[in-house]
């Protein structure tokens, strides 16, 4: 049986969440292939296509920094859920103008949760941490 490679699995992934616009919950945690970059920065920049997305997760991702500010386009979502990103030092602003956005949890994301003064201030009663 043949290996894929992860970037190309990756990629094909990218390519596939076009056709995934219904999908209501998403949850990404524990994948190692995906966890580190380049990888994982290709279905993060993807996740935006997914317009009825209400549920997002993405634990254990050890290098992601940051989300992209297109995640403000997803204006279905009402949970984020970033447990363990350790590395995760930024949210978009633009996630505080998500209309149906009621739950972030940043449990386990010492390096955005030692400054919690970084998160726009409407975003801060939504976090749990």
């Not at 949850?27 to 996740?47: E, H, K, M, T, Y």
Request: glycine share 4%; hydrophobic share 40%; charged share 20%.
């Amino acid at each position: 049986m043949a290996r894929t490679n992860p970037v190309c699995v990756s990629e094909r992934c990218k390519k596939s969440f076009w056709k995934l616009s219904g999908l209501r919950v998403l949850r990404l945690s524990f994948c190692q292939q995906l966890r580190s970059l380049p990888q994982g920065a290709l279905i993060v920049d993807s996740i935006v296509h997914l317009s009825s997305l209400n549920q997002l997760a993405l634990r254990d991702w050890d290098q992601l920094t940051s989300l992209p500010d297109s995640f403000g386009q997803l204006s279905a979502l009402e949970e984020l859920d970033l447990w363990r990103c350790s590395q995760l030092q930024f949210l978009p602003d633009s996630l505080a103008r998500l209309p149906a956005l009621r739950q972030v949890d940043l449990y386990g994301c010492e390096k955005l949760t030692s400054n919690l003064d970084a998160l726009a201030d409407p975003l801060r009663p939504l976090c749990r941490y």
